[in-house]
């Protein structure tokens, strides 16, 4: 299976302040995922990163507020722009492989004050 | 929307095993039956998928109805490492994964 890594595993930031986390798989895969976990939910997908191109959002995430890179077949990022207390969330990135099997970093968890 | 139910949550002894419903009335034929858990503070951990067939593993096995209509997840000999939600998911294999609420399990001593 994939193995995953995310930096930060965890942040305290100011509102109003941007913070960009990072994916780094231990292997190439097809896909790349990022997910939001709000505090007692289940997780939400945001997008899905996208080799060479734009990411492609789910309904109700934007471009300009979750901007997303993925230059590579194994890393990706995710920033968090322009923060508000209600960004505070666990966030998961996420690897399909070729077998078409999903697995799941460890999480970055964001406080916004 | 997710396409499964299943229970809030469930209380199991320990040792004894755990069995976790879950519905999917709407299943396509091409669709599969994925089981994630979640322990606390951690990212969901992949435990086992099925089509039609049932299916174990060094975890866990499940058993899909032979209408596809719902499945049970079973836990043979739980422990307390075992307490998580656990998230049944449908879909087909190229598709990503939606989660719904899950079941939160507590695993009693």
């Known amino acids: 299976s994939a193995v995953i890594s995310q930096k930060p595993s965890r942040d305290i930031c100011q509102r109003g302040t941007s913070l960009t986390i990072q994916c780094q798989v231990d292997?190439?895969?097809?896909?790349m995922f990022w997910y939001r976990q709000q505090p007692g939910q289940s997780l939400t997908l945001i997008a899905t990163a996208n080799q060479g191109s734009e990411a492609t959002y789910e309904s109700g995430f934007v471009i300009d507020k979750f901007p997303i890179s993925r230059p590579n077949l194994t890393f990706s990022t995710l920033t968090v722009s322009n923060m508000s207390p209600e960004d505070s969330s666990i966030y998961l990135c996420s690897v399909r492989d070729s077998n078409y099997e999903q697995y799941f970093g460890p999480g970055t968890r964001l406080t916004v004050t | 929307d997710a396409k499964t139910t299943q229970p809030t949550s469930m209380d199991c002894a320990e040792g004894r095993a755990a069995n976790l419903p879950c519905n999917h009335s709407?299943?396509?034929?091409?669709?599969?039956v994925y089981w994630y858990r979640q322990i606390h503070s951690q990212g969901p951990q992949y435990i086992i998928h099925g089509l039609k067939n049932n299916e174990t593993n060094e975890m866990a096995s499940l058993i899909i109805t032979e209408d596809r209509k719902s499945s049970t997840l079973i836990l043979p000999h739980a422990t307390l490492r075992d307490t998580a939600v656990y998230y049944c998911?449908?879909?087909?294999?190229?598709?990503?994964?939606?989660f719904g609420k899950g079941t939160r399990l507590h695993i009693l001593p």
């Open positions: 998911i449908v879909r087909v294999r190229n598709d990503k994964i939606i």
């Open positions: 292997s190439q895969v097809t896909m």
């Open positions: 709407t299943i396509s034929g091409n669709e599969y």
